[in-house]
Antibody
Framework: EVQLVESGGGLVQPGGSLRLSCAAS????????MSWVRQAPGKGLEWVSV???????YYADSVKGRFTISRHTSKNAVYLQMNSLRPDDTAVYYC????????????????????WGQGTMVTVSS | QSVLTQPPSMSAAPGQKVTISCSGS????????VSWYQQLPGTAPKLLIY???KRPSGIPDRFSGSQSGTSATLGITGLQTGDEADYYC???????????FGGGTQLTVL
């Protein structure tokens, strides 16, 4: 079964650090684009970061310089290292796979988050 | 303030049709594929539409997507009470080098 399971969330003080993990099963992480998306309580979805199959990484401006996305080949997992945490980082953090397919022109394309984890809650508060 | 603009809420009766709009710009919807997500209360989002108008396997054809210029639309026909959820559009923004989402539309079926 294709699935993602996040872990590592919890309560942390402002300025602290936390590392989230996302364990994948049913597919190979390094062959896919993988992303983190968060959702603050009662708010909408906010994209956080993506790591491409070719190792390129991108970040939302709100986390750039503080968060780092990475992956582990043998563990088939993706991680999000979060440093200098702020209260506005409080959210449910979802790990998601980007769908890989061939578009109508025959080009290999990566678009849309087709597999999501259940989410892990991060609370930044003193 | 979201980069993509959606109506905050919509409502319709069971069996009716609803269209949810998503407005952007040339740096996002105008030049990149749009995807749509359904989020039922207390659950993770679910992919409904990708590549502007394609449905993943298992998504009923009551759900459809379209894109024109810098706007996209999600259509839902034959509304059911189980369709009550938040709906989000998303796409890549080439200027920001980031994925952007709409603020979400809360759909009520009454």
């Amino acid at each position: 079964e294709v699935q993602l399971v996040e872990s590592g969330g919890g309560l942390v003080q402002p300025g602290g650090s936390l590392r989230l993990s996302c364990a994948a099963s049913g597919f190979i992480v390094i062959n896919n684009y993988m992303s983190w998306v968060r959702q603050a309580p009662g708010k909408g979805l906010e994209w956080v970061s993506v790591i491409h199959s070719g190792d390129s990484t991108y970040y939302a401006d709100s986390v750039k310089g503080r968060f780092t996305i990475s992956r582990h080949t043998s563990k088939n997992a993706v991680y999000l290292q979060m440093n200098s945490l702020r209260p506005d980082d409080t959210a449910v953090y979802y790990c998601a796979r980007v769908k890989n397919y061939f578009d109508d022109s025959g080009f290999e394309t990566n678009d849309g988050f087709d597999i999501w984890g259940q989410g892990t809650m991060v609370t930044v508060s003193s | 303030q979201s980069v993509l603009t959606q109506p905050p809420s919509m409502s319709a009766a069971p069996g009716q049709k609803v269209t949810i709009s998503c407005s952007g710009s040339s740096s996002n919807i105008g030049n990149n594929y749009v995807s749509w997500y359904q989020q039922l209360p207390g659950t993770a989002p679910k992919l409904l539409i990708y590549d502007n108008n394609k449905r993943p396997s298992g998504i009923p054809d009551r759900f459809s997507g379209s894109q024109s210029g810098t706007s996209a639309t999600l259509g839902i026909t034959g509304l059911q009470t189980g369709d009550e959820a938040d709906y989000y559009c998303g796409t890549w923004d080439s200027s920001l080098s980031a994925v952007v989402f709409g603020g979400g539309t809360q759909l009520t079926v009454l």
